[in-house]
């Protein structure tokens, strides 16, 4: 079972009719069962995706990004991990405030293989990721110029133009 949290933001109005908008984060929880261990990076970027029904409007980048947070509990506490000095260190918050921020396939790598050493029956896995730095990762939409003709099967005949 993985968490997966979207965080976004959005504009709501002010105290009074006059204020300036007040952009405030907002957080989406949802919940599912993806198998953790056997995806790669992107098919794992692509899996949490789907689960907010995102997967139509951004890709995971081939060698990296976006970036996410990952953590997972272990026995009674939940260790996340981060990087010191390029060595993976855990840590026992109890909170999801140590928990890495995946970038690459080699940090996503680290952390597999050290998610795999839990106990696959008691481990939660959870995910977060900000929609509001994904800008880059947006599937663009081609944008197709139709003319009369290929839209009604219209003929157009030429009009000369005479001042």
Excluded at 41 to 69: M, T, W
Excluded at 99 to 123: G, M
Aim: glycine share 6%.
């Amino acid at each position: 079972m993985v968490s997966v949290t979207m965080v976004f933001t959005t504009l709501e109005r002010g105290a009074s009719a006059r204020a300036k908008p007040i952009a405030k984060k907002h957080r989406n929880v949802k919940f599912d069962n993806i198998k953790v261990a056997e995806l790669d990076r992107v098919a794992f970027i692509s899996q949490f995706l789907c689960v907010h029904e995102l997967s139509d409007q951004y890709s995971p980048g081939v060698h990296n990004g976006p970036p996410f947070k990952m953590w997972w509990t272990g026995s009674r506490y939940v260790v996340g991990l981060y990087w010191r000095s390029c060595k993976l260190m855990s840590s026992s918050s109890g909170r999801k405030s140590g928990a890495i921020t995946i970038d690459s396939n080699r940090e996503y790598k680290v952390a597999i293989d050290a998610l795999l050493k839990k106990n696959p029956t008691t481990c939660q896995v959870g995910v977060e990721f900000d929609v509001d730095g994904m800008e880059g990762f947006r599937i663009s939409r081609k944008r197709v110029c139709l003319s009369p003709v290929l839209v009604f099967n219209i003929d157009i005949k030429h009009v000369p133009f005479s001042p």
